[in-house]
């Protein structure tokens, strides 16, 4: 196992614990539910393509990890509440909801129709509180206390080009934390966000960043993400994990930012091996400059205003 993939909690610290996680059959949501199962817990996946939910869970079979899927759509209400009843019903108990399930495309804003936008706020937000408002019931019984992780993103941290829909799903689903955050907190559930940066190997990475090469990512992990380096998704699960650990238990109403610092990238105005000399000169000109009120002597005299009445 790689430095960047292992893990450093005890297996077991997510034993007798019950995830639902959305979208969980590719991408960021696999791999969140492959982390909590590796962890001790046991996972229902939900997703609407049957062939990804069985492939999933023969996967997780394959490590060892108890799980089951509900084939469902978090956009209906009615789907939800399958999938929370299924949890309870197979394992007894649900005391995790991971919202992973999200849309996402490049359009620019004049291109983006109402339908698209619509699509993606459904599933990403009003999905993201269709499975809330369903496990609520089940998460406030929880004999470890409730726990609901919404995968976000940094979209919105300012704003991101062509992303209109998903950066106002996204702003949205950090709302919808930090409000059930607050009034949830009182039942015992603790609400808590993820917010990736570019995650390497993603279905989301291959539509937003496509390249037929490498040079584009290594462009992309050399200038923009200080860490130097794409994002992983065991990066993103052991995140989970954490929020989902005893370390995690007074955090609540919070967006945890993992990204290698990503959202904070500026383009560098000054090579830093000048940055000490141009310094030294802009301070010496800067304490040489006298007060003035920005007027020449002959606008001075003409725009000054007249003492007579």
Known sequence: MSRLSA?????????????????????????????L???????????????????????????????TWVQG???????????????VHDFGSLSILVNAAAG??????????????????????????NMSRAAFKALKVAAEGGLIINISATLHYGATWYQTHASAAKAAVDSLTRSLGLEWGSFGIRVVGIAPGPIADTPGMAKLAPADDSSAVDELVAEMIPLGRMGTKTDIALAAVFLCSSAGGFITGETLVVDGGHWLFKPQMLPRELVSDMSRRVESKSRAMTPSNGLSANAETISRPSSRL
């Open 7 to 35: 893990s450093p909690f005890v297996t077991s610290i997510l034993a007798g614990r019950v995830a639902l996680v959305t979208g969980g059959g590719s991408g960021i949501g696999f791999e969140v539910a492959r982390q």
């Open 37 to 67: 199962g590796l962890h001790g817990a046991k996972i229902i996946i939900m997703g609407r393509r049957k062939s990804f939910l069985e492939k999933a869970v023969g996967l997780l079979a394959q490590e060892a990890v108890q799980a």
């Open 73 to 87: 759509d978090v956009r209906q209400s009615e789907d939800a509440d399958k999938a929370v009843e299924k949890a």
């Open 104 to 129: 996402n495309f490049l359009v620019a804003g004049e291109d983006l129709s109402t339908k698209g936008f619509r699509t993606v706020m459904e599933i990403d937000t009003v999905g993201s509180f």
